[in-house]
T-cell receptor
Framework: DAKTTQPNSMESNEEEPVHLPCNHS???????IHWYRQLPSQGPEYVIH???SNVNNRMASLAIAEDRKSSTLILHRATLRDAAVYYC??????????FGKGTSLLVTP | DADVTQTPRNRITKTGKRIMLECSQT?????MYWYRQDPGLGLRLIYY???????NKGEISDGYSVSRQAQAKFSLSLESAIPNQTALYFC????????????FGPGTRLTVT
C-alpha cells in the first residue's frame, strides 16, 4: 500500500486558517485521498476525500497537487473543537484504511 | 442514541481469559470493521466483514476471532487474552457507495493484566 507522510504535530491560533500537509509520493492512479480526524477520547470521524480535483465540504477543503504526490487539508477558521489528530489515508477499495500516526493539531486561544 | 455502540466501554481481564467485545449499529450498513489503537499509534485493522456471510482478516488478526451474528452485530473475541492485547478497540461501519466513509463507535478500553 502507498504510504503517507505527515508532520507529527502542528499548532494554530483560534480563528485562523490551518493547512495540514500530507505527502504521498507513491500514490497510485486509483488511490483516493481520505482525511479523518480523531477528537480526544473519541473514535475517528470522516472529514473529506478526493481523487484529483480539489474538494470542499462543510468541515474542510482538500487541495490536491496536480501530480497527486501531495495534498493539503484546509480548515478555514480553526476552533478549539478542531484540536484533534488528523489522518491522511490512501485507499482505493473503500476498506482497510491505514491510519498511520497522523498529525496532532493544537489550537490555542 | 448513538448509531454505533460498543460494549463494554471498559474492561479489565486477566491473562488467559476469553473475552468478547460487542458492536451494534443502527445505521443499516452492510460493512463492519474492528480496529485496535495503541498509545501514540494510529488504528490497525483486525477484521472486517462486508455482509453476514463474509469475514476477512485484516492486518493484525492473530489472536482474535470475530462473529457476524446479524447485519447489525459484529463481535470480536480474544480466545486467550495476553497483556500485549491491552489497547483501545474500535468498531466501525460503512456502506456502498460511500464505503470509504466509516462511522466509528466510542471504543472499548481493554486492559489485560
Amino acid at each position: 500500500d502507498a504510504k503517507t507522510t505527515q508532520p507529527n504535530s502542528m499548532e494554530s491560533n483560534e480563528e485562523e486558517p490551518v493547512h495540514l500537509p500530507c505527502n504521498h509520493s507513491t500514490i497510485s492512479g486509483t488511490d483516493y485521498i481520505h482525511w479523518y480526524r480523531q477528537l480526544p477520547s473519541q473514535g475517528p470521524e470522516y472529514v473529506i476525500h478526493g481523487l484529483t480535483s480539489n474538494v470542499n465540504n462543510r468541515m474542510a477543503s482538500l487541495a490536491i497537487a496536480e501530480d497527486r504526490k501531495s495534498s493539503t487539508l484546509i480548515l478555514h477558521r480553526a476552533t478549539l473543537r478542531d484540536a484533534a489528530v488528523y489522518y491522511c489515508i490512501l485507499a482505493n477499495s473503500g476498506y482497510a484504511l491505514n491510519f498511520g500516526k497522523g498529525t496532532s493539531l493544537l489550537v490555542t486561544p | 442514541d448513538a448509531d454505533v455502540t460498543q460494549t463494554p466501554r471498559n474492561r479489565i481481564t486477566k491473562t488467559g481469559k476469553r473475552i468478547m467485545l460487542e458492536c451494534s449499529q443502527t445505521k443499516g450498513h452492510d460493512r463492519m470493521y474492528w480496529y485496535r489503537q495503541d498509545p501514540g499509534l494510529g488504528l490497525r485493522l483486525i477484521y472486517y466483514s462486508f455482509d453476514v456471510k463474509d469475514i476477512n482478516k485484516g492486518e493484525i488478526s492473530d489472536g482474535y476471532s470475530v462473529s457476524r451474528q446479524a447485519q447489525a452485530k459484529f463481535s470480536l473475541s480474544l480466545e486467550s487474552a495476553i497483556p500485549n492485547q491491552t489497547a483501545l478497540y474500535f468498531c466501525a461501519t460503512s456502506a456502498a457507495p460511500r464505503a470509504y466513509e466509516q462511522y466509528f463507535g466510542p471504543g472499548t478500553r481493554l486492559t489485560v493484566t
